[in-house]
């Protein structure tokens, strides 16, 4: 024992080691993007500018949630999880790293192995509604059993819980938006229908958290009314974000269909 | 069909019922979004969360809270692709949105506040009722509103015809 600061027991180091190699595998993810969009526009191929910047804001969100935040315990905890379950994954996901990896691999077998892991059931993830089970379910499990108690002082299992939490939103949205080559193509109304439920099970839950407090914690009310309205509406507005990527998915998809029936002079399909 | 040189007889046909549905949905979350602003933010008259509250009214509002803010998106992605097909009725949109705004402030008023019982118009006040009876009477203004403007949406409709 060579720290002569150890004053707040024998946890804190071990979390801030943890939070270090998850700031660093952060880092060391976003410098990899940049290279590799560097490498496709140096062979010519077109990469946006602002997918970089998403990627780097996205890469941003998740380092600044492992720092210690202002506000209450409980605010403090809800800022980080916004940031890293559904704010951070807004933003990477929109930067199409899953086509950046595939149009950067040249084929081969590390390129094989991930196609075939794209086409193994392992896809059914992206289905929708799993998707959105995995994310949400989980979130009512860290809040409405002693789980959120227990990684008070266990920092592993604190770690383990935050990487759940950036993995599932990242899920989440990825299925949501479908920004990136997908096996299966689901359409806008059960993108949509899904996004109904999970926003439910989010408002409901941010609603009864003000309420109640997840078991086996002591938050100050005033803390607790705080996080769970910051939950409540934060939510929204990624919610009205999500739909947003949807709807202008569908209007552009509609426009390219009906700018080419006009271009053939074939009249409209009558609706049934 | 007097196919006068600017609206040519074979050009894509009014859809005047989906014009009034799409603005409806926004004029339905506009009132929604009016309500948390005005009254849970800036008065602070709503309460985030009444004890009150039974469990089915916090599902409900969950469910319809997010429905709203898809309605939202909804109502402008199927306004914008009404309006890039030339099928878009103003009349009808405009008639749409009134009528949206009043529904939503009546059934805010009849079943949030009263049977669900998520939260009343003020608290800590001698009286409620008046609070009530504004609230709805203001719902029942906008519907009958959007009514005359859908009942002479209609009529021109069938004068241009």
């Not at chain 1, 660093?24 to 560097?38: E, N, P, S």
């Not at chain 1, 939490?165 to 109304?189: E, K």
């Not at chain 1, 003000?210 to 509406?233: C, E, I, S, V, W």
């Not at chain 2, 309500?35 to 469990?55: A, N």
Request: aromatic share 8%.
């Amino acid at each position: 024992m060579t720290h002569p600061h150890h004053e707040h027991g024998s946890g804190l180091d071990a979390i801030g080691h943890a939070e270090t190699v998850l700031a660093l595998g952060t880092a060391a993810t976003v410098v990899a993007y940049l290279a590799a969009a560097g490498a496709l526009r140096r062979r010519g191929d077109a990469w946006p500018w602002r997918w970089d910047t998403c990627f780097t804001a996205g890469g941003a969100a998740l380092v600044v949630a492992l720092l210690p935040l202002p506000g209450g315990e409980f605010t403090g905890h809800m800022i980080q999880h916004l940031l890293a379950g559904m704010v951070a994954p807004l933003l990477l996901v929109p930067a199409r790293p899953f086509t950046l990896v595939l149009r950067t691999l040249r084929p081969g077998r590390p390129r094989r192995a991930l196609l075939t892991l794209a086409h193994s059931p392992a896809s059914w993830l992206l289905f929708p509604p799993l998707a959105a089970l995995l994310d949400l379910g989980g979130l009512w499990v860290l809040y409405r059993t002693p789980l959120l108690a227990a990684t008070h002082d266990r920092p592993l299992l604190h770690a383990a819980v935050h990487a759940r939490m950036v993995a599932a939103g990242v899920l989440f949205t990825a299925a949501i938006c479908q920004l990136d080559p997908v096996r299966h193509r689901w359409s806008p109304l059960t993108r949509g229908l899904t996004l109904l439920l999970a926003g439910a099970a989010h408002a409901v839950l941010a609603k009864t958290l003000y309420g109640t407090p997840p078991p086996g914690t002591a938050f100050r009310p005033d803390d607790l009314h705080t996080g769970a309205q910051l939950m409540y509406y934060a939510g929204d507005l990624v919610e009205l974000a999500l739909a947003t990527v949807i709807a202008v998915h569908w209007y552009t998809a509609t426009g390219r269909a009906h700018h080419r029936a006009v271009q053939s002079r074939v009249p409209p399909v009558p609706h049934p | 069909m007097t196919g006068s040189p600017i609206t040519p007889s074979a050009g894509p046909p009014v859809r005047a019922g989906r014009s009034l549905t799409a603005a409806a949905l926004i004029g339905v979350a506009l009132m929604a979004a009016v309500d948390e602003i005005v009254f849970h933010q800036i008065l602070g008259w709503h309460h985030f969360y009444d004890r009150s509250t039974p469990k089915v009214g916090l599902l409900t509002d969950g469910l319809l809270h997010t429905a709203e803010l898809l309605g939202l998106v909804t109502g402008f992605a199927w306004w914008a692709d009404l309006r890039r097909r030339r099928a878009l009725s103003s009349a009808h949109a405009w008639a749409g949105l009134v009528l949206g705004l009043g529904a939503f402030q009546l059934y805010d008023g009849l079943v949030d506040h009263k049977l669900l019982r998520l939260h009343q118009v003020r608290y800590r006040v001698p009286d409620l009722l008046p609070y009530d009876l504004a609230w709805n009477a203001a719902g029942l203004l906008l519907l009958g509103i959007g009514a005359v403007l859908a009942v002479r949406a209609a009529k021109a409709a069938r004068t241009q015809r």
